[in-house]
Structure formats: structure tokens, C-alpha cells
């Protein structure tokens, strides 16, 4: 780890595919947030660098910023099948945050995953820099967001086609 990032990583009980496929869908991010903040999306499962799908985020959760409901565009930025995934977001706000997201998957010789969790604020447009708002979030909610992608791949998802 480093001053502007964070990593976490966990066993997870499910192949790096199997736990891909819920970092792909618009519906995992939501179903995995431990944040409180990711309230629902909309959008198609993403399957390369430069999708993108909306969410719908709630502020509140965290009450630290009075910003209500507002909506966020998620932009993939790297795209490695089964082994990375990573992200940025841009919504409202002006400039954009510039922060990253992601995971790193790697097979274990058990049959799971060692899934790592990352969250980069290291080229944060300066405007927010000097804001000193960053980290957003803390290290407690990528090591409880990791538990719950556990438990969520464990109990059967991603959710059958409807």
C-alpha cells in the first residue's frame, strides 16, 4: 500500500471466473457494495476497456457529504477475462474525481480465488487533492466488500438470466 492506494486481498471459495462474472455485471457491483451507497444500476454486463453502465448512489449511507441521490456513469479501464478489472467513475461533479477501482484475480491451487481489491486515488484531478477528501473510502470497506463478494459467488451468483 502506498499514501494514495489501497489493497486488500481474501480467499474466495469460487473460480476467478465465477467470481468475474459478478464484477462484470452492473447488478453485482450493487449486490457487493458494502459502502451502502450503490442503491441499484442500469446497464449491460461489461466485456471489454471502455463500457460503461450507470448507478444509482445514495450519499447518505456514508453522511459524510449532504449529496442525496445522484447518479454515477462507470467507465472500464482495464479488461483482462478473469484476472483484472478495473474502473473509474464520472458523474455530476466537475472535474471528474479521477479514482480507480478494481480487482485482481488469481486462481488458487485449492480451485478458488485469491481476489485482491484495489482503490487508486494516485491521479486525482488536483482540485481534489487540495480538497483533502481522499480516500474516500477506508480499507474496512474493501476488506468487508471482499467478504461479501465471497458470500454472494458462494450462494449462487451471478443471478440466471431473466
Same mark, same amino acid.
Given at each position: 500500500m502506498s499514501e494514495e492506494r489501497m489493497e486488500v486481498s481474501r480467499p474466495i471459495t469460487a473460480t476467478p471466473t465465477e467470481v468475474f462474472a459478478v464484477?462484470?455485471?452492473?447488478? @453485482? !457491483?450493487?449486490?457487493?457494495?458494502?459502502? #451502502?451507497?450503490?442503491?441499484?444500476?442500469? @446497464?449491460? +454486463?461489461?466485456?471489454?476497456? #471502455?463500457d460503461s453502465f450507470v448507478v444509482h448512489m445514495d450519499r447518505e449511507?456514508?453522511?459524510?457529504?449532504?449529496? @442525496?441521490?445522484?447518479?454515477?456513469? +462507470?467507465?472500464?479501464?482495464?479488461?483482462?477475462?478473469d484476472r483484472l478489472i478495473s474502473w473509474?467513475?464520472?458523474?455530476?461533479?466537475?472535474?471528474?474525481?479521477? !479514482? +480507480?477501482? #478494481?480487482?485482481?484475480?488469481?486462481?488458487?491451487?485449492?480451485?478458488g480465488t485469491l481476489a485482491t481489491s484495489f482503490y487508486d486515488w494516485s491521479d486525482i484531478d488536483e482540485t481534489w487533492r487540495e480538497a483533502g477528501i481522499f480516500p474516500v473510502l477506508q480499507e474496512g470497506a474493501l476488506r468487508a466488500t471482499? @467478504?461479501?463478494?465471497?458470500?454472494?459467488?458462494r450462494r #449462487?451468483?451471478?443471478?440466471?438470466?431473466?
Open positions: 464484477l462484470c455485471d452492473p447488478q @453485482g !457491483h450493487v449486490a457487493i457494495d458494502s459502502s #451502502g451507497m450503490l442503491q441499484s444500476a442500469d @446497464g449491460e +454486463v461489461v466485456t471489454a476497456a #471502455g449511507a456514508l453522511n459524510d457529504y449532504p449529496l @442525496g441521490r445522484y447518479d454515477v456513469t +462507470v467507465i472500464i479501464r482495464d479488461f483482462e477475462r473509474t467513475i464520472e458523474g455530476a461533479i466537475k472535474p471528474p474525481l479521477g !479514482h +480507480v477501482y #478494481g480487482y485482481r484475480l488469481e486462481p488458487t491451487d485449492d480451485g471482499l @467478504g461479501i463478494l465471497d458470500r454472494t459467488v #449462487g451468483y451471478p443471478r440466471p438470466a431473466e
